[in-house]
């Protein structure tokens, strides 16, 4: 009896081992009826960010001791390319120790300039006031919480001691307070379909009042193709891509790009004067015309003129919001740097890049041998 009772025992030890063991492929097939093997699943999407709600803040920010960016993108060629990079949407805006000064100059402009500095066509409303809200009700007082906070549905600004309301009923409201307010260029473009079915964008409101050497009103409607006109080489090597890029910039992705020129004076609203546009010979000037125009640069007013650009699209209208802020460095400050000689082989390398016409359309055909000879001295 034991030993029945031991050989039943062990029997069933036995089953309960095999049952254990892995079972081969085959066998597992058979003994499921060829059933599918049961899947483990898998765990749920993270739920996507939202990159227009989640601004990093500046926590101990304090523009009152913050310089201005200095911005040096020379080159020893000049190369006509987007020359894009990729930057967090937070990056945006820029504001230092000139935030006050410079305000208080766009108001003056503005006041002085009205048609030249704010402008909206009906169809961009809604992009102009989606630019305003979102501004003013998320990125400002995010970003910069030292200098701003959201009080009873209104911006409070610490640094001005002004108040703003969080939405604009109008667009030609919203980019008016948006230039005063804001230390920063703002064009709006929309995209309006050719005939072949292609989207060209085209400038349909602005906030402008640093333009360079152009006037912002005069391109309202055009498409980019035809507000690049002046620009040397543009057709031919920058159209195609600038159209293509424009039209899948996706969104929640912003781009920056920075450039540079030498102008002769400091006035940061130039809507003529730091271009030459020479289209045919008759147009160009003549050699006593510019002998003497270069005998009246005077170095102490010449500047380093740049420019931090930016490129992003409005989530709800799908606007895209061209922005720039404009920089302004004397050349001594530029030499003390030790970049004197780098800058002056950047004057000369405007006449040895990709596009002719470059160093006749920047003007350094004006100024470009005393700049040399003074940051070479």
Known sequence: MLASFACAAFAGCLYLLIRTLPVPFSHARLSRGFSQDVKTPLPEKAPLVDPYSVIVPLLDFDWRSTPPVKIRPFKPMYYLTMALENMPLSELIEIDNTFLDRLALRRQITTQNPQETVACNRIATPAAREL???????????????????????????????????????????????????????????????????????????????????????????????????????????????????????KGRCVKRTNWQVTTNDVLFATVGNHMHVSSPEEAESEIELQRLRDEVVIDDCRLRCERQTLHRLPETGALVFAFKTYLYT???????????????????????????????????????????????
Not at 363 to 370: H, I, L, N
Request: charged content about 25%; proline content about 5%.
């Open 132 to 250: 305003y809200s979102w501004m003013l009700g998320t990125y400002l007082p995010t970003r910069f919480p030292t200098m701003y906070e959201v009080r009873d549905g209104s911006l409070y600004s610490k640094a001005t001691n002004e108040t703003l309301p969080l939405r604009s009923g109008s667009g030609m409201g919203a980019l008016t307070a948006l230039t005063a307010n804001v230390d920063t260029d703002f064009l709006i473009l929309l995209p309006r379909t050719t005939p072949e079915g292609a989207d060209i964008y085209h400038l349909e409101a602005f906030a402008t009042c640093f333009p360079s050497g152009f006037s912002t009103f005069s391109k309202l409607g055009l498409p980019l193709a035809d507000i690049h006109g002046p620009v040397p080489g543009y057709k031919d090597k920058l159209e195609k891509s600038m159209d293509r890029f424009f039209a899948r910039l996706e």
């Open 331 to 377: 050349l001594q400050e530029v030499k003390d740097e030790g970049l004197g000689e780098v800058l002056a082989e950047a004057i000369d390398g405007l006449g040895k890049g990709s596009v002719a016409g470059m160093e006749v359309y920047k003007r350094g055909v004006v100024w470009g041998e005393k700049v040399k000879k003074f940051l070479s001295s």
